[in-house]
Structures are given as C-alpha cells and as structure tokens.
C-alpha cells in the first residue's frame, strides 16, 4: 500500500503538482492592486458605462477613431485620475479616493489608445478634442511636455461678459440650424417619432449629467456607435454640409450649456420650458 502511495505522490509531482492538500502557488488569486492587465481592469471599472467593447455605452464611447486621434495621452490619464466633477465619471485614483493604482491608471490610460488602434492621424484641420479659448477646461504644456488638464478655474474666477456669452449663444444657435436640427429639431427639442418627440438635446436632466467638456467631444466625433456622424464626415441628409470651424464648435457647446438653465440663444429665459 505504501509502495502505491509513494508512486501516486511521485507522479504528482512529476506532472507538476503540489502534495495532495496543498495549494498550488500559480491557482492564487492577483491581488486587485497588482492586476495590470488592460482587459481585466477596462471590464471592472470602465465597461458598465463606456461599453463592453468601448461603444454602444451611456457614457461616450472610446472605440471610435476620431475621438482617439485627436484626444492627448494626458487628458486621458488626468480624466481616469480625477474623472469629471459634476458627472458620473468618478475618479479611479487612490489619491482623489477610487480603488486604482497609479500603474493601474496608466494601464487604463494607455490601452485605450492601444486595444483599439491602431491611431490613425486626425483629419487636417480638425479643432482639438480639448475646449476652446474661454472655456472652463484649458490644456497645458508641463516642463517635459506631458499635456494635463488643470483644475477649473474657482468661484473667483472673472465670468466671460454677458455680451460675449449671448454673442456666442446667438451664433451657435445659426450653427444649429446649419448642422444639427434635422437631427435634432429646431432648438433641439427633437424630431417627430411614433407621436413623440426623438434625438432631444434640449433636456435640462440630460445636460445636467454631461459636461461641456463631453458636449464639445459629441459635436466632434459624434456618435458613431449610435449612428451619430462627426463633425467632418459627409451627410447624407445634408450633401451641401461644411466641416464645423473651431469657432462654431465653440459656439454651440456655449449654446448647448445655456439650455441646461432654460435659457433661449438671446440670452432670455425659455418661458414656454420654464413658465
């Protein structure tokens, strides 16, 4: 009997096994801050929102190459760090209080760019995935070159002046009707679908939980997960449609954030939304 029991543990352990009753130090579990592997970590933290396969998500999506082609490495890292005050998107940083490493974060950071590469160059003349002059969101050069997003400016920051906010208003609601309301509607209150309205953009609960920031990267790269073009892509409904300038993709984020007050392109209070 000894004879056979020897025989059996040797042959375990030739065929690579522990002594019965131990485990086998490869079957361990990674602890979850010593897992780096991109797919593990985009399906646990970033999946439920963005989309199993980086599209078809509430949130918008990173599979699409426009988005990647213009959108800096640092911006991406500094959003997984910090995520978007005043949205769903958390901060994933120990330091700013998530659950991710700093090596994790890069991982994130680096493997969107990579998973679903490779990143072809964005078209000539496109405005930067990043906000325009006077916007709340401006980006930076650090001495090395690594490009962040800063902080927001404070409450004492000095307000752009009525006449520029409504100026700015005003022409975006004229980009609108060029380039946006056969989709969305006159003043993006939608389009007739079944008896009611579809495509609304002008939805005080829907621009409360998307920042201007997110606005701005819609009105570039639309959303071609759900069948929205880009801003420099061919219409089909608009064959005589010209490419959006940086200056209109202002002009309409500015627009598009004034509806979240209920406020009309002249500046007025939309009376017939909010009586």
């Not at 590469?117 to 906000?131: D, E, M, N, R, T």
């Not at 005589?240 to 209920?262: C, I, K, M, Q, Y």
């Amino acid at each position: 009997m000894s004879r056979h029991w020897l025989l059996a543990v040797l042959t375990t352990l030739a065929a690579g096994c522990g002594l019965p009753g131990r485990p086998d130090p490869a079957g361990r579990p990674v602890p979850a801050d010593q897992v780096v592997d991109f797919a593990t970590l985009y399906k646990q933290s970033c999946a439920g929102c963005h989309g199993a396969d980086g599209q078809l998500g509430p949130a918008p999506p990173l599979n699409d190459p426009l988005f990647l082609a213009l959108v800096p490495d640092g911006a991406l890292e500094q959003v997984i760090t910090e995520g978007r005050p005043g949205t769903p998107m958390p901060a994933f940083a120990r330091a700013k209080g998530g659950s991710l490493t700093d090596a994790q974060v890069h991982v994130l950071a680096a493997g969107v760019k990579t998973h679903w590469g490779p990143v072809k160059p964005a078209p000539s003349g496109a405005p930067s995935y990043l906000p325009g002059p006077g916007q709340p969101e401006t980006i930076t050069v650090k001495p090395g070159g690594r490009e962040v997003i800063p902080v927001p400016p404070g409450p004492d920051a000095p307000p752009k002046p009525e006449a520029v906010q409504s100026g700015a208003k005003r022409d975006g609601a004229t980009t609108f009707a060029r380039a946006c309301a056969v989709c969305h509607g006159d003043n993006g209150r939608g389009v007739p679908n079944g008896g009611r309205p579809a495509n609304v953009l002008n939805d005080r609960v829907f621009l409360a939980l998307i920042s201007d920031q997110a606005l701005r990267r819609y009105v570039i790269t639309g959303r071609p997960d759900l069948g929205m073009p880009d801003y420099a892509g061919p219409r089909p409904r608009q064959p005589d449609f010209r490419p959006l300038t940086p200056e209109e993709v202002n002009d309409l984020v500015a627009l598009l954030a004034s509806w979240r007050h209920g406020t009309s392109a002249d500046g007025k209070r939309d009376v017939a939304r909010n009586p």
